[in-house]
């Protein structure tokens, strides 16, 4: 309930204020990890601030500019767009629609799945690149998703979005099919591969039914056939640490930009909302009451209310906010995020050694200067003028009015009614034995309320 109270009264701080800070690190993250290659099957990056998503062998790669017709486009409307020729062709297909459809929200874009991807040589020659299809490497049972590479893609060739053709597995007679199919035995030909195209015929079947295992850029290492050579050829722990930490330096400022916005009391044209100091005041007389006089008790009540019970979720589900896609990738390295924000507002210390998660590791020399931050933004609170009960009420009255069409009242009334009845005694009870409650009559008010709903009913 004080979860839902905070993100509807915060609604507002958040579309004005916090919200571009967050949008600004979520692509921060997106456009860095995207600079190096991703493994289409198990998420791993060459850019990372996860260590579990962080791909230890080394990958060659080079950058291509492909100059994409976007779909209904025409000659002469194409869009340079760089991508990788490690990249698989859903990857490209991505990268294509993030340019293309740039400033449009995701849910109001085609998706890649619906498009197919032709790469235009002269007038007439289009041949339509996927994932799979009959030229797909396939050895012994491991099957080796197509990428740009694969199919020799050039820097600056032309490429096209189109709408999803019939797959080419069905309609083996067309032209384009045959006529890429017949380029593609001569071009594996030269480059002297020792698959024969006409010996394979196309995979059909389920990938559960032939026991073939995709892999795109390294082999997932849950399989226990893995070669020796390929674990062997992990880069040891300190070095792609150090890849770990050349990635945070790079997201550092999206980081420390989004983290003062959210423990800051003042802000561009944004007041503190009304509802944090109303919150915290409340908790801070709790304690008074009950004489818990350590500050680290209050300071803990805060951050489970507000940074831990709110801002995490919203860290690391910017897609809550937003009209986007989170990738595996980015949610990983959203989540080091998330948590560096977790300990920020925690009251221990945090003891390192060689055993520590390498995310503790990697935001080590900013915890403290963070924590710094967090008991700034609560002494500075705690400063600030109370709010009186006729502010917060009238408050109130204007955030429902805001959003009165957004929301079934009815609803939402006959879903507390239902809760209130069932503990109806209980709860009156305790109205009875507070005081401020009892100041404010706030039994009577129960008691006028239920009568209304139970005849209403």
Known sequence: MLTNWFTFLLHRFLKECAGEPLFMLYCAIKQQMEKGPIDAITGEARYSLSEDKLIRQQIDYKQLTLMCIPPEGEAGTEVPVKVLNC???????????DA????????????????????????????????EDVTT?????????????????????????????????????????????????????TSSSPDSLRSRAPMITPDQETGTKLWHLVKNHEHSDQREGDRGSKMVSEIYLTRLLATKGTLQKFVDDLFETVFSTAHRGSALPLAIK????????????????????????????????????????????????????????????????MDSCSTSEHRLGKDSPSNKLLYAKDIPNYKSWVERYYRDIAKMPS??????????????RLHGTEFNTLSALSELYFYINKYKE??????????????????????QAINLMSGSS
């Open 87 to 97: 990249d698989t062709v859903t990857q490209v297909k991505d990268k294509l629609l």
């Open 100 to 131: 293309v459809y740039k400033g449009v929200s995701f849910s109001q874009r085609p998706q890649a799945d619906d498009m197919d991807l032709e790469w235009r040589q002269g007038r007439l020659t289009r041949i339509i690149l996927q994932d």
């Open 137 to 189: 490497k396939i050895e012994s049972d491991w099957k080796r998703l197509n990428t740009l590479a694969h199919y020799q893609v050039t820097d600056g060739s032309l490429v096209a979005l189109v709408q999803k053709q019939v797959s080419a597995y069905n309609i083996a007679n067309s032209f384009t099919f045959t006529r890429s199919l017949s380029r593609y035995e001569s071009l594996l030909r």
């Open 278 to 341: 109303y919150m915290f005041d409340f908790l801070d007389e709790q304690a008074d009451k009950r004489q818990i006089t350590d500050p680290d008790v209050r300071h803990t009540w805060k951050s489970n209310c507000l940074p831990l019970r709110f801002w995490v979720n919203v860290i690391k589900n910017p897609q809550f906010v937003f009209d986007i896609h989170k990738s595996s990738i980015t949610d990983a390295c959203l989540s080091v995020v998330a948590q560096t924000f």
């Open 387 to 400: 709010i009186s009960d006729q502010d917060m009420d009238a408050y109130l009255v204007e955030q429902s």
């Open 426 to 447: 209980e709860i009156l009870t305790a109205l009875d034995r507070d005081g401020y409650c009892r100041k404010h009559k706030l039994r009577h008010k129960l008691e």
